[in-house]
């Protein structure tokens, strides 16, 4: 199968490699001529400093030369970038099928990916392909699962199929909305529990913000039409645990380098991108439109935004009116 990578982050190289192992014909699409010379040779040192792999991968700053004839695009940019993806994709390849990888609900629209490439790209199929997942790990072939989340069924068993192999199990689901929400929302709540680390709340502090964030993040998928075992799967609950417990998430590393007291933009300007930051008043205004409590997107988006004291928002949810557990 011919497939095109498009974006050279982190996921987007280590998906590439995984794909090139199992023979698969490879092209990773990138703006940077460095990172282009550079991903062949088994190099990526601005996404992934520090981590030699396989080399071999093909890699173009020519977006529809990497198109071209493939089977497969996988979104492997960030939010901010997939309109102009998309557009990319549609004037040279209408009708191309799509994969995407990345996680985030537009700040403006409330769109999610899928809703996005349905006015942008409307002849073209899409997955989501979603999890626990961090990039180093599929480089290294720990064993690691994810779900490939679409309504067109044979676009997700292909996906299945061509990306399966004994190092990385694939999992199949039409709940593209419930998969997509799961995955964006997730990143907030890893915010929220770096925050909670930045701050030495402890363990139990950390276990009642993820189980909590879980119930959150379950409330906003079903009022919007997604299903509760989705966020109980891989794209919810399994991507939750990941991110809320690793300096590998940036999301999680963002929270408690705030916590600590450094400015948020000078972080983010350190990081690079944090999809959290957009989602957290992503989640807030989803949370109004279906009338669903969102406490911890809003203590996040607090912090981050309205400049409140990350100590205050915790006691902040700690003192809500006391309720019957309910998820």
Not at 207 to 229: C, D, K, N, P, Q
Not at 236 to 243: A, F, I, P, R, S
């Amino acid at each position: 199968m011919k497939i095109a990578v498009l974006g050279a982050g982190a996921f987007g190289t280590a998906l590439a490699v995984h794909l090139k192992r199992l023979s698969h014909e490879v092209t990773v699409w990138t703006r940077s001529v460095a990172r282009a010379i550079e991903i062949p040779t088994g190099s990526n040192r601005e996404a992934l400093p520090g981590v030699a792999f396989d080399p071999g991968v093909a890699a173009s700053t020519d977006a529809d030369e990497v198109v071209k004839d493939a089977d497969l695009a996988i979104l492997a940019t960030p939010s901010p970038a997939l309109r102009e993806t998309l557009r990319s994709v549609t004037t040279s390849r209408p009708g191309l099928r799509l994969v995407s990888v990345a996680k985030g609900i537009d700040p403006r629209t409330l769109e999610l990916h899928s809703q996005i490439a349905a006015t942008l790209a409307p002849l073209s199929s899409f997955c989501a392909l979603t999890g626990p997942s961090f990039a180093r790990e599929v480089l290294a072939s720990q064993p690691t699962a994810m779900v490939a989340a679409s309504t067109d069924q044979a676009l997700a068993r292909d996906v299945q199929t061509a990306f399966s192999s004994p190092r990385l199990r694939i999992y199949e689901s039409d709940d593209v909305l419930g998969a997509e929400m799961a995955g964006a929302l997730k990143n907030v709540i890893a915010i929220a529990a770096g925050m909670v680390v930045g701050l030495k709340c402890g363990e139990n502090t950390r276990a009642a913000l993820i189980t909590r964030g879980l119930a959150e993040i379950s409330r906003l998928v079903v009022a919007s039409g997604g299903r509760a075992e989705t966020v109980a799967g891989l794209a919810g609950l399994g991507d939750l645990v990941l991110t809320c417990g690793s300096n590998q998430s940036r999301n999680f590393q963002f929270g408690r380098l705030v916590a600590e007291g450094q400015d948020p933009v000078e972080v983010l300007q350190s990081l690079g991108t944090v999809e959290g930051f957009r989602t957290a008043s992503a989640a807030c205004l989803l949370g109004e439109r279906a009338g669903v409590e969102t406490p911890i997107a809003r203590e996040v988006r607090g912090v981050l935004v309205q400049g409140v004291a990350p100590r205050d928002a915790v006691e902040a949810l700690m003192l809500r009116r006391l309720k019957r557990e309910v998820h």
